[in-house]
């Protein structure tokens, strides 16, 4: 049966307004509406214009640092200039309902904090800190840029050991950060997930709905694409994030 999307909204509420844990995963889609380009989307995605290889990896920063430090500081300029969508916003006022729950991010520009959402899990860390590229004082060792004498070099070089200074984002074959990464894993022991803007191809991220689906969890997936989730998702909201968002939040507001 196929049922309508309003249909789709009222199911996709009720299982939130039936959650007793609920988890949230999301990825780029759920900041192009802010303006920040996604990764996959064939046309105005990064990797469409960028080469992940040559920016994204720990041997592409070691080849030509100062290429991969420019590539992040014109990425900061846009995260900068961004400001939440009504999809961050709906995100932050779902608390208000269900109180306060995970929200595992892949996203690395700070948009679910500035909206108000107040348990972000950072999985790819936030593009607005830098860190030693040795780790020398420990992983990480966050470099505030802004206090040192050659900040506007590219990159920087770190004060305690020398080494450059890095974006503290995880590149292709780095480990996710530990704290963050067992967080995340925790909150897949729920019994609701809401899946937004993830294309669900980039590991571990990728797997979390299928483990919190195989741990007894119902997913709803909000992405105007088909992902590689969308075949675990008990409810598919195929429209952008910041119309389906504000629009699910709103019938909460309503009674059952
Ligand atoms: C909307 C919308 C709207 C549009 N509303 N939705 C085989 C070979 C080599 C490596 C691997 C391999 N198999 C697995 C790996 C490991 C690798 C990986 O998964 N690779 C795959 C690509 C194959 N993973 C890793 O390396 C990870 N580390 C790891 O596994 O460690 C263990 C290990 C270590 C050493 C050796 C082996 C294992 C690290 C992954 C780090 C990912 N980093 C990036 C860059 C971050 C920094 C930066 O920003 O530059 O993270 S890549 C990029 O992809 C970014 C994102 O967080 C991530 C996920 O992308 P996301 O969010 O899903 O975006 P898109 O663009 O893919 O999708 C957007 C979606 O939104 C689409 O579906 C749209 O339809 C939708 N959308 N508008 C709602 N308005």
């Not at 999301?26 to 992940?52: C, H, M, N, Y």
């Not at 041997?59 to 100062?66: G, L, M």
């Not at 107040?118 to 992983?139: E, M, P, Y």
Request: glycine letters at 8%; charged letters at 20%; aromatic letters at 8%.
């Amino acid at each position: 049966m196929t049922l309508s999307f309003d249909e789709k909204l009222q199911r996709a509420a009720a299982l939130l307004r039936g959650a007793k844990r609920l988890t949230v995963l999301t990825g780029a889609g759920v900041s192009k509406e802010s303006g920040i380009p996604t990764f996959r989307d064939s046309l105005d995605g990064i990797w469409a214009q960028f080469d992940p290889m040559k920016l994204a990896t720990p041997h592409a920063f070691q080849q030509d640092p100062a290429l991969v430090w420019d590539f992040y500081t014109y990425r900061l300029g846009i995260v900068r200039d961004a400001k939440p969508n009504p999809g961050h916003i709906a995100l932050a006022a779902l608390e208000k309902y269900v109180g306060a729950y995970p929200l595992i991010t892949q996203n690395i520009d700070g948009l679910h904090e500035a909206a108000g959402s107040t348990n972000v899990i950072h999985l790819h860390g936030q593009i607005n800190r830098s860190k030693c590229f040795a780790a020398c004082q420990g992983d990480p060792t966050l470099i505030d840029v802004s206090t040192l004498p050659d900040k506007d070099a590219s990159p920087p070089k770190c004060p305690h050991c020398g080494a450059y200074v890095r974006p503290d984002v995880v590149w292709f074959g780095e480990m996710l950060p530990l704290k963050e990464l067992n967080a995340a894993r925790n909150a897949l022991r729920c019994d609701v997930m809401l899946v937004v803007g993830t294309s669900g191809v980039v590991q571990p991220a990728a797997e979390m709905p299928f483990t919190a689906a195989w741990n007894g969890a119902q997913i709803i997936e909000v992405n105007p694409e088909r992902s590689e989730i969308t075949e675990v998702a008990r409810v598919w909201l195929n429209a952008p994030s910041g119309e389906a968002l504000p629009r699910l939040v709103a019938l909460l507001e309503q009674p059952a």
